[in-house]
């Protein structure tokens, strides 16, 4: 259904009526916003609710929107021009990447009162890229551990017997045709990789293969919760069963992660904001919330995401424009200080 200028007027003002007031919106209520009669409103209303944007609950003569409603509305606030007001800002104290992303998901509740969820690279199934290698002495070697988020971590490794170069090259090349595209996390099963390198040291294959699992595991980056006070302050617009499917999916790691891992990759290939709403998200037991996400990068790459999750009836404006800048900040801050 295509929308005309009146219709589209009449929509956009019961939309913001009822997230402000969360009460059904009827045509008084209207009248005192949109230049029509009462009449002319109450013919469009019952246009919008036949075309699918409405439906009033139970006997009520008020209009609520519908899934396709926000869609509709989400769309366009998504192309339209970026607001320019206050730009959210990434913590400048963090020490280390941990507390950069704590920081920001700390604030972006803050700011809009929902939960925010931010998640860093490893926590979304981020990969072991290769593993570089310096001889410092003939039994020590400086090992350094790159991930395909572009992270990465160094130590040095002391072996259980001298190594020559030669045998050092061909044992760091055997590795890394074994590690590439190893998923970060996963068990790195050092039986198979010792019997894959049997051609090399066993005892020095070991103390190497021990060291890429360790500096592997420090590099990760995890999931940072805030506002779990904001969203059980706002149990009116949370039916039980959507707050319960919530709390269940912050409880269970692997929905959480799949949720966070789903955005990323949607928000990817669409190059910006990305919002799911209701049963969208793929979880149909969330289908009185709302999720808004956004990819930020790291070195030209994407390193995780940044969420807002809330009710249906939430000031999706300000979440947008919050998430927007947020992945903003936190890609230049990523650029400029890690």
């Known amino acids: 259904m295509t929308l005309s200028d009146r219709q589209r007027e009449i929509f956009l003002r019961t939309l913001e009526l009822y997230i402000s007031t969360g009460a059904?919106?009827?045509s008084h209520a209207l009248?005192?916003?949109v230049d029509a009669s009462s009449s002319t409103i109450r013919a469009e209303l019952s246009n919008l609710e036949n075309g699918g944007f409405l439906t009033h609950p139970h006997t009520s003569a008020g209009r609520v929107p519908t899934d396709v409603g926000y869609r509709f509305y989400v769309d366009a606030l998504i192309a339209g021009e970026p607001d320019e007001g206050a730009r959210f800002v990434a913590p400048e104290d963090a020490g280390n990447v941990d507390e950069l992303l704590r920081g920001v998901s700390e604030g972006m509740s803050e700011v809009t009162r929902l939960l925010a969820v931010v998640a860093g690279p490893s926590a979304l199934g981020d990969s072991l890229s290769r593993v570089d290698c310096l001889r410092l002495r003939e039994d020590v070697l400086l090992l350094v551990v790159s991930m395909e988020s572009g992270a990465s971590s160094s130590t040095t490794v002391t072996l259980p017997a001298p190594v020559d170069e030669d045998e050092t090259r061909e044992l760091i090349s055997s590795l890394n045709a074994w590690l590439g595209g190893r998923p970060l996390g996963a068990d790195l099963e050092l039986a198979t990789a010792g019997r894959a390198l049997s051609d090399h040291s066993p005892f020095v294959v070991g103390a190497v293969l021990e060291a890429v699992q360790v500096l592997s595991r420090a590099s990760e980056r995890g999931v940072f919760v805030q506002g779990v006070s904001a969203l059980l302050a706002r149990l009116?617009?949370?039916?039980?069963?959507?707050?319960?499917a919530v709390i269940e999916i912050f409880e269970?790691?692997?929905?959480?992660?799949?949720l966070m891992g789903d955005a990323l990759a949607r928000s990817v290939s669409r190059s910006g904001?990305?919002?799911?709403?209701?049963?969208?998200?793929?979880?149909?037991n969330l289908?009185?919330?709302?999720?808004?996400?956004?990819?930020?990068?790291?070195?030209?790459?994407?390193?995780?995401v940044v969420s807002l999750i809330g009710p249906k009836r939430m000031d999706y404006d300000a979440a947008i424009t919050t998430v927007r800048s947020a992945a903003a900040a936190l890609t230049d801050r990523l650029s400029t200080s890690f």
């Open 252 to 258: 269970r790691r692997r929905w959480l992660l799949r």
């Open 31 to 33: 009248a005192d916003v």
């Open 236 to 244: 009116d617009d949370l039916d039980p069963s959507s707050l319960a």
């Open 273 to 284: 904001v990305v919002v799911s709403i209701g049963t969208e998200s793929g979880f149909y």
């Open 287 to 304: 289908a009185g919330t709302s999720l808004v996400a956004a990819a930020y990068s790291h070195r030209e790459r994407p390193f995780g």
């Open 24 to 26: 059904p919106v009827g």
